[in-house]
């Protein structure tokens, strides 16, 4: 398992982990992030959008379930589980359909999931709030 670990002082430090994450975009499709709330996850996938060409405007997916960006030639889905709290609501909002299409999936409150996500093809990413900084940390194989 590779880790990489980056602190985040002021909004323009989000640039090396934005770098990593493009990069792992190449071979990896699942992102789940996890970090409590307020910890800056949305912060980081707007400005990771915005890094890789996304024009629509990035917001958070607390109410919708699901956000689609579109790419070029690809769709990105951006998740936030928070509100889900069983298997059922899972299968009603088609998940199945997102996990095995091939597209990049960023999870915000992955935990119901986790177990259906291949493991060679995830990264998991930990955001932490520490006073006025954060600390961001990359595991993926």
Known sequence: MNHDVFHILRLDDYHEAIGKLTTLMSTHFYFALTGDLGAGKTTLVKKWMHHIGVTDEVTSPTFSLINEYQLDDSTIYHMDLYRIKSDKELIEIGIEEYLYQGAHLIIEWPELILSELTRS?????????????????LRYM
């Open 121 to 137: 093809l995830l990264v998991q990413i930990n955001i932490e709030s520490m006073d006025e900084a954060r600390r961001i940390e």
